[in-house]
């Protein structure tokens, strides 16, 4: 059970890179910015950091965070693949392990749009992306 546990934890942690997070340290520095990568110690790299010193990166020592909050609301997979199965019945699979929505074996949907595959399916997955990133956005 702690290994599946882990790995959830990982998969969030994962989740919120390239997102805008704000991270306070143990002495009460606070940094905001877009987090560019993090470790399994929680050692993170924070891109155009604000609030600290001027710099066009940080790298905090995990053992010095306190929080990691998550300020950008993370992209909803799960939500976009069920609504492309309402389009495409039986036609969509979910694929977690690469971030990103497959459909029809052959056009391949990630958080920033249609990555792969062209045609009239393709121009329709792209309209159902959009329309959910407008709505979303709301």
Same mark, same amino acid.
């Given at each position: 059970?702690?290994?599946?546990?882990?790995?959830?934890?990982?998969?969030?942690?994962?989740?919120?890179?390239?997102?805008?997070?704000?991270?306070?340290?143990?002495?009460?520095?606070?940094?905001?910015? +877009?987090? =560019?990568?993090? *470790?399994?110690?929680?050692? !993170?790299?924070? #891109?155009?950091?604000?609030?600290? $010193?001027?710099?066009?990166?940080?790298?905090?020592?995990?053992?010095?965070?306190?929080?990691?909050?998550?300020?950008?609301?993370?992209?909803?997979?799960?939500?976009?693949?069920?609504?492309?199965?309402?389009?495409?019945?039986?036609? +969509?699979? =979910?694929?977690? *392990?690469?971030?990103?929505? !497959?459909?029809? #074996?052959?056009?391949?949907?990630? $958080?920033?749009?249609?990555?792969?595959?062209?045609?009239?399916?393709?121009?329709?997955?792209?309209?159902?992306?959009?329309?959910?990133?407008?709505?979303?956005?709301?």
């Amino acid at each position: 059970m702690s290994s599946i546990m882990f790995r959830k934890f990982g998969e969030e942690l994962i989740g919120m890179v390239g997102k805008k997070i704000i991270a306070l340290t143990s002495d009460g520095k606070v940094y905001q910015g +877009v987090l =560019l990568g993090i *470790d399994e110690k929680l050692n !993170v790299i924070i #891109d155009n950091p604000t609030g600290g $010193e001027n710099a066009y990166k940080v790298i905090l020592n995990g053992a010095y965070l306190k929080e990691i909050k998550l300020v950008e609301k993370l992209f909803d997979l799960k939500a976009l693949s069920d609504r492309l199965s309402r389009v495409f019945p039986g036609l +969509v699979r =979910l694929r977690d *392990d690469i971030g990103a929505i !497959v459909v029809m #074996d052959k056009i391949k949907v990630t $958080e920033q749009g249609v990555a792969e595959g062209v045609g009239l399916a393709a121009d329709r997955v792209k309209a159902v992306y959009d329309e959910f990133v407008k709505e979303t956005k709301k």
